[in-house]
């Protein structure tokens, strides 16, 4: 038995998948669209029925992808039962779906949602009396309580069991004789569920017209002589009015609304806070500062000022201070990754090839990704709170009022919130946008929303920071970088409006979710997903890709293996290249060169930067680990560092540093993601225009951040050095009265 779940968007139809199949669910693509297609079994019943769980709809018309999707598999693949599930707090708006769903020859079973909700409020809903009005079995579950599921599950086997003729809530107004009479035109051409396709006809709905043009013929002839009063011909307007209408005379009115106090509820409550005007904005800031620092600090709630220098010396606490969650986790994966990989190299044989190919590039290049999944664990786990408690909900609200001046929606803000997990799906989200040039908009800003491959990248450099110069709290150097992308999203959206992608930003108009405490399996899902995602790309792409780094970085054009890195194909590529990178300050020095390539084979999947960067410390860290590094200090953060000596003593590293940040956070994203964007562009000139202009960006923001992060260092050398001669000159004065001496040249 096939059961397809079908509802609202935020009705709960995941909650209720998951309460349903447990861990059974399989995530795939429907054919020839990326919209997750989930199916899973319930166990817990004799007939052991799959469940499929649709995309979330609002109707069962053709103008989304996702409309669409549902609306075959409903019509084509005939489930043998639909289990509607209807948000109750959001009763009218949700039943306009089930007037379509009704209308199908299939049994449908009403799953009413979110009654702990109503219970909480004192709500009062009349299922038995909505049951009567539909004619379908309507039951009342809690998917977040599990409450009532298997109920719902035996209505549905019950209902899958008989047939079911559909019917249409509009048979007793003025269109039930077209309608009738178009339906015998369908039933006479055999197809199934005549009335669903006589009404969309009706609607004049594109695909039903394409489908059967000469049934729309006949109902055009029938509907030609029809008062449609004030909608004047649109039947699409008239019929979706008509459904609102019987829903609110005979179908609204089994709920009953506790008399409320004058107070707010406690979502409204929370909003006065965390949506205010002024504060909105550095709340989130805050908020995000905050999840970065349980990830990635070193000094876990500046505990460390209590604690002497020297005072912890282990994975779990630092060397002066207690480590954060992620930290721990990480020191934690990292010991033992170690472990793994010195096993390995003292078990090869010393000089040969393939010891080096194994040690320093697999191990090197896959373990260096490897090692950051605690971090991005953590990262993510946070996010998805956040996502689920419904504040990122408010987040895109918060923007949309602050920013949509500058072009940037906050319609357009939510799949770029996805691009923070990944861009692929941020890409394929901007369908939701109707307007074209809003759309082309937010594809071009998609890479400067950071995203979890790029975070190696932020989490070898807070660390390679952290360790060398203490200062630097390493929070702060991943919070900067996310800081930087929407700080340039926003100005660049507002740059793309006034020159190349012109036109208004559309309305944007949410209903904001109440505040759900997030459910610990659902998060857990999530992250599982999102994390094994991560694992495989690590065991297959970046894997490869670090072989073809490893061989391309060790022979020469003559395939012979060479001494230095710097005389290998990739090594003289690069330098061809460098060049270019040399005013952003990454390109400089011996080790500038190990940048480009760094930033060019990321362009295959940022993980990659940091698989690289793995790759050359392992070949080159031996004699730097020795001469530069106190105990515990990763190669990798050497092999950063290393391009410290540019510009002598200055501290230039750093700004150089943000500097390739900033270059790899802003160009051009991965592959996968540049096909994704082809794909949504369906037009290779628009990809060129946004490949040159991430290029443009990149490059420019870098260079800007290298010169005004150098001036600032020179600034605060020449600063030290204007008062050193200052308090000399003082301090000479006083000692050989030298103001005495001068005044006395003068009187002469
Ligand atoms: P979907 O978009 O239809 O898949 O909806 P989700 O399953 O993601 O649910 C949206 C939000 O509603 C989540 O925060 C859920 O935790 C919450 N939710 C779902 N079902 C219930 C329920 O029965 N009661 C309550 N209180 N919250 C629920
Ligand atoms: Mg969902």
């Given at each position: 038995m096939k059961f397809a779940l079908a509802g609202n968007p935020n009705s709960g139809k995941t909650t209720l998948f998951n309460a349903l199949t447990g861990s059974t669910a399989h995530v795939g693509n429907w054919p020839g669209v990326t919209i997750d297609k989930r199916s899973g079994v319930y166990k817990k019943h004799a007939e052991k029925p799959e469940i499929i769980d649709l995309p979330g709809i609002y109707s069962l018309s053709p103008y989304s992808p996702e409309e669409i999707v549902s609306r075959n598999f409903l019509v084509d693949e005939r489930p043998d039962a639909i289990i509607n599930i209807v948000d109750a707090t959001n009763l009218e708006r949700n039943l306009y779906l089930t007037t379509q769903l009704l209308e199908l020859d299939i049994p449908v079973v009403v799953a009413l949602n979110m009654i702990d909700v109503l219970e909480k409020n004192n709500d009062e809903i009349d299922a038995a009396k909505l049951e009567k009005a539909l004619g379908i079995p309507v039951v009342k579950i809690s998917a977040l309580k599990n409450m009532n599921t298997s109920a719902l599950v035996d209505a549905a086997v019950k209902s899958a069991k008989a047939n079911r003729k559909g019917n249409c809530v509009l048979s007793q107004s003025p269109l039930g004789g077209v309608i009738s009479s178009v339906t015998e035109l369908f039933k006479k051409a055999g197809v199934a569920s005549p009335l669903f396709h006589a009404v969309k006809i009706i609607e004049n709905d594109e695909l039903e017209l394409a489908a059967h043009p000469d049934i729309s013929q006949k109902a055009d002839e029938l509907k030609k002589n029809m008062d449609t009063g004030i909608f004047e011909g649109d039947?699409?307007?008239?019929?979706?009015?008509?459904?609102?209408?019987?829903?609110?005379?005979?179908?609204?009115?089994v709920l009953k609304k506790a008399q409320r106090g004058a107070g707010l509820s406690k979502s409204d409550k929370i909003d006065k806070i965390l949506t205010h005007k002024i504060w909105g904005i550095p709340i989130f800031l805050v908020i995000m500062l905050g999840v970065f620092h349980i990830t990635?600090?070193?000094?876990?709630?500046?505990?460390?000022?209590?604690?002497?220098?020297?005072?912890?010396?282990?994975?779990?606490?630092?060397?002066?201070?207690?480590?954060?969650?992620?930290?721990?986790?990480?020191?934690?994966?990292?010991?033992?990754?170690?472990?793994?990989?010195?096993?390995?190299?003292?078990?090869?044989?010393?000089?040969v090839w393939y010891s080096s190919l194994i040690n320093d590039g697999l191990l090197g290049g896959v373990f260096a990704v490897l090692s950051f999944i605690p971090q991005i664990m953590v990262l993510f786990l946070f996010l998805s709170i956040l996502e689920d408690s419904g504040y990122?909900?408010?987040?895109?609200?918060?923007?949309?009022?602050?920013?949509?001046?500058?072009?940037?929606?906050?319609k357009a803000f939510m799949p770029l919130v996805m691009c923070f997990g990944c861009g692929v799906p941020g890409v394929m989200a901007t369908r939701t946008l109707e307007n074209e040039q809003e759309r082309r908009r937010t594809i071009f800003l998609m890479p400067f929303f950071s995203c979890g491959a790029k975070l190696p990248i932020w989490a070898a450099f807070a660390g390679a920071f952290a360790f060398k110069y203490s200062s630097l709290n390493a929070e702060f150097v991943v919070f900067s970088m996310y800081v930087l992308g929407i700080a340039v999203a926003i100005a660049a959206s507002f740059l793309l409006k006034k020159t190349i992608i012109k036109g208004e930003t559309p309305p944007f108009i949410m209903e904001l979710p109440a505040y759900h405490t997030p459910q610990i399996k659902n998060t857990l899902i999530h992250l599982w997903e999102k994390l094994k995602h991560y694992v495989i790309r690590a065991g297959t792409i970046i894997a490869g890709a670090t072989v073809v780094i490893w061989a391309l970085s060790n022979l020469s054009f003559s395939f012979r293996m060479v001494e230095d890195s710097g005389d290998s194909m990739l090594g003289l590529i690069s330098r061809f290249f460098n060049w270019i990178f040399i005013p952003l300050g990454f390109g400089m020095g011996e080790n500038g060169w190990k940048f480009v390539v760094a930033t060019l084979t990321g362009l295959i999947a940022k993980e990659v930067v940091v698989a690289t960067m793995g790759i050359f410390s392992g070949m080159d860290?031996?004699?730097?680990?020795?001469?530069?590094?106190?105990?515990?200090?990763?190669?990798?953060?050497?092999?950063?560092?290393?391009?410290?000596?540019?510009?002598?003593?200055?501290?230039?590293?750093?700004?150089?540093?943000?500097?390739?940040?900033?270059?790899?956070?802003?160009?051009?994203?991965?592959?996968?993601?540049?096909?994704?964007?082809?794909?949504?562009?369906?037009?290779?000139?628009?990809?060129?225009?946004?490949?040159?202009?991430?290029?443009?960006?990149a490059y420019i923001v870098a260079l800007a951040v290298f010169w005004i992060g150098t001036l600032f260092v020179i600034s605060v050398w020449l600063g030290i050095l204007v008062l050193l001669v200052l308090f000399g000159g003082i301090f000479a004065a006083a000692r050989f009265k030298l103001i005495g001496k001068i005044k006395a040249l003068f009187k002469k």
């Open positions: 039947f699409e307007g008239l019929i979706a009015d008509a459904r609102y209408k019987r829903i609110a005379a005979e179908f609204s009115s990635f600090s070193e000094d876990f709630l500046f505990l460390g000022i209590f604690f002497k220098e020297g005072s912890f010396e282990n994975a779990i606490f630092g060397t002066d201070a207690i480590n954060s969650p992620g930290i721990i986790i990480f020191n934690l994966l990292d010991a033992f990754t170690s472990w793994i990989g010195e096993s390995v190299a003292g078990a090869l044989p010393e000089g990122m909900a408010r987040v895109a609200f918060i923007m949309d009022r602050a920013f949509r001046r500058f072009g940037l929606s906050g860290g031996d004699a730097a680990l020795e001469a530069d590094m106190s105990e515990g200090d990763s190669p990798l953060a050497v092999m950063l560092l290393s391009v410290g000596g540019v510009l002598g003593g200055l501290d230039i590293a750093i700004p150089a540093m943000f500097a390739f940040m900033a270059f790899n956070l802003l160009s051009v994203p991965c592959m996968a993601a540049v096909a994704a964007a082809r794909g949504e562009f369906r037009n290779g000139k628009w990809l060129f225009k946004a490949i040159a202009f991430w290029v443009a960006t």
